[in-house]
């Protein structure tokens, strides 16, 4: 996963004209921490995606501006649009993840 670190290279990641995949985490989440350790597979599956990670704290205003209440959540952009948003929540297992993705892009 590339790692955005600016307002900029978000806004300028999401304007792909193919799906793209957003991490939201934070450094001191578990629930982050534990989805790292089984996302690599799943991550490959869908290889064909680029996959993004955005620290919240770090841009606070962009988890904001996308309505990210809760972390991890995984977000899917097309043309500077949010398709798909998996909330935190529902992002606990890796089946969860999985389901999200093949409903969300086929």
Known sequence: ?????????FKSVIQSDS???VKFEAGWCPDCRAMDMW????VEKYNQY???TVNRDELEDIAVEQEVMGIPS???FKDG???HHLHSANAKTPEQVEDYLAESLG
């Open 19 to 21: 799906p793209v995949i």
């Open 1 to 9: 996963m590339h790692k955005i670190t600016t307002t900029d290279e």
């Open 81 to 83: 649009q949010k398709l």
């Open 50 to 52: 680029e996959w993004y």
């Open 74 to 76: 995984l977000l899917i």
């Open 39 to 42: 996302i690599d597979p799943i």
